[in-house]
């Protein structure tokens, strides 16, 4: 059962048995009216033209119309939130992306106190002995059973065993977590490096369990082949999370929002248009930005053209190349948007029958299909909400082998829904959290944040903390903002 009056956004994928697998999903996220144009609008050029509604846009439009400019906002979808949007199915919030957030993350933070929803956190994990209460561990033909306290115990050795680098677990090598280049010569060792080769570097020291459930975990962080994956990216990671395993683990998927992403962004959304300065249109990709020198023109796939002062590009880094600039990219700006990042991952909600199930942790090796299976919250309906992560897995092409994965842990279980968004056949993100390729961080990270002319990007996939997340687009949104006000009231 759905809210009658949530409109219903044409992405994303919704299964049940009795209605099977259609396409849209009901979200507060869907902007209707689609478009917000006034008469005359495209005559006379706005202050900021920005490209992208996630986060980082929403927070550039935002503090830019707060601040008393003109700002035209066009996304290609027809809702906000990127990367990031909740299904609503009966008033319970789905996420279909990016979910967690904590207060280690500083500009996620001082958003969620300027709305005054820092008491709307729940937890994601269940561990209070109710239930199954237990994670099992397939590896092979092989079942472990352990504990939560155990699984967290073998973690936390893992964990420590491959990141302690030089003996102070990550802390010599990156002493300034938002500064992850101060030690350059530490960037460019451990940023050459991969994870299979820090895996390799380990070999004598992982016993083949320990080597399982590591490469289990790895996978659904980097969402690729572990060759091409960086292992600076981990550390740095576990850097910004305190150089320790619970809060690490804390950082990544302990803790959402009760009435969920798209509430959240709905606030960014909600004030930018109240100030009367924002316009916009939905449902318009870019396909070309040509930066004259006095003003900035786009146009869009539609044969509609803007103009605008400045302009903010906040593609996605597996996006950008698909937009056409002129003067082109730099080199280094464009290589590193050819190149692209590797994150694969693909994430499922399933709603299983009853409760039994909310204390749940799964984890399956070798790496493929769902690897990681655990609760996430209750269902208004009484039932356990779970959340799957894994990679090599197009699950709209195989939603009985998702179904068969999740009830592989246990017996008796029914699963009643599936929804889910394939972000790695999305023409507008190609992939979903960003992790870069061993070497990208030392030759484009800053090329990737340089302005070009009139033209400023800002995207999570290329912030200075918590890249990849959703506290990394609010930074690239507000350092953008803020560079676009300094120009404008020049």
């Avoid at 006379?44 to 986060?55: F, H, K, N, S, T």
């Avoid at 008033?91 to 979910?99: A, D, I, R």
């Avoid at 008796?412 to 929804?419: A, P, Q």
């Amino acid at each position: 059962m759905t809210n009658p009056t949530t409109p219903s956004t044409r992405e994303g994928y919704h299964w049940t048995k009795e209605d099977g697998l259609t396409a849209g999903v009901p979200s507060i996220s869907v902007v209707r009216p689609s478009s917000k144009l006034e008469s005359g609008d495209q005559e006379e050029p706005y202050d900021v033209l920005i490209i992208g509604a996630g986060y980082a846009g929403l927070t550039a439009a935002r503090d830019i119309t707060v601040a008393g400019y003109k700002v035209l906002l066009l996304e290609a979808r027809d809702r906000i939130g990127g990367r990031t949007y909740s299904a609503d199915i009966n008033g319970y919030p789905f996420e279909l992306g990016g979910t967690w957030v904590h207060w280690y993350q500083p500009f996620v933070w001082r958003e969620l106190s300027r709305y005054n929803l820092t008491n709307d956190l729940e937890i994601s994990p269940c561990t209070d002995g109710s239930g199954i209460n237990k994670t099992i561990f397939r590896m092979g033909n092989q079942i472990i059973t352990l504990s939560h306290e155990e699984e967290f115990a073998k973690l936390d050795e893992i964990f420590i065993k491959f990141v302690d680098v030089d003996g102070q677990r990550g802390r010599g090598v990156i002493p300034f977590p938002f500064n992850q280049h101060v030690m350059s010569d530490a960037l460019e060792r451990f940023d050459s490096m991969s994870l299979a080769d820090r895996i390799a570097e380990l070999s004598d020291q992982l016993p083949p369990t320990d080597r399982a459930m590591l490469e289990s975990y790895l996978s659904i962080l980097c969402g690729g082949d572990f060759a091409e994956a960086s292992f600076w990216d981990i550390l740095r990671c576990w850097a910004l999370a305190g150089y320790n395993t619970m809060d690490f683990l804390a950082a990544s998927a302990a803790f959402k929002l009760r009435r969920g992403q798209s509430d959240f962004a709905r606030r960014f959304f909600d004030e930018a248009v109240a100030t009367g300065r924002l316009s916009y249109k939905f449902m318009c990709p870019v396909a070309a930005v040509t930066d004259s020198g006095g003003c900035v023109g786009i146009t869009a796939r539609d044969g509609a053209v803007f103009k605008a002062r400045r302009l903010i590009c906040t593609a996605p880094l597996n996006v950008l190349k698909d937009i056409a600039f002129a003067p082109a990219l730099p080199a280094a700006k464009l290589g590193a948007a050819k190149l692209g990042h590797v994150n694969r991952v693909v994430k499922v909600n399933a709603e299983t029958r009853g409760t039994e199930l909310r204390s749940l942790g799964g984890v399956v090796h070798p790496v493929g299909g769902l690897n990681y299976v655990f609760g996430d919250g209750l269902t208004p309906a009484g039932n356990t909400h779970l959340v799957g992560l894994g990679t090599r897995m197009i699950l709209k092409e195989d939603v009985d082998g998702a179904i068969a994965m999740i009830g592989s842990f246990t017996d008796g279980v029914v699963v009643e829904r599936m929804l889910f968004h394939d972000w790695n056949v999305d023409e507008f993100s190609k992939g979903t959290w960003v992790w870069l390729r061993p070497g990208m961080a030392t030759k484009y990270l800053e090329a990737l944040r340089e302005r070009h002319g009139n033209v400023l990007f800002a995207s999570g996939d290329w912030a200075a903390g918590w890249r990849g997340c959703i506290d990394g687009a609010i930074e690239e949104g507000g350092r953008v903002s803020k560079e676009v006000l300094d120009d404008l009231g020049l």
